[in-house]
């Protein structure tokens, strides 16, 4: 079983990850929906399309943009449609 921590809460655990590029992606049903804040902020990779961001709220601290998903992936990266990544501090094991 493969669990994201952070702020000494489990946010997401599950035994169906995909790793890309070192990068553990969660099934969303996997993932708290209520530690998930949506953000404005997006990124782009050349090969996996237009990354979509949520800040994490847990214990009333915030960790802004630690959560990244690719709503629609390029078809290169289309293991990772409906999974959620994440980062800045964000314990996975």
Known sequence: MTTATWNGT???ESDDI???EGNA???RA???EDVLRPSTTSTTCPWKGRA???TIEVGGRTNPDAAWYYPQPKAAAA???GRV???K???VR
Do not use: D, K, Q
Request: negative net charge.
């Open 10 to 12: 489990v946010i997401a």
């Open 18 to 20: 995909v790793l890309v």
């Open 25 to 27: 992606y969660f099934p």
């Open 30 to 32: 996997s993932v708290r």
């Open 52 to 54: 979509s961001y949520f």
């Open 79 to 81: 293991e990772i449609t």
């Open 85 to 87: 990544a994440f980062w």
């Open 89 to 91: 501090g964000v314990e």
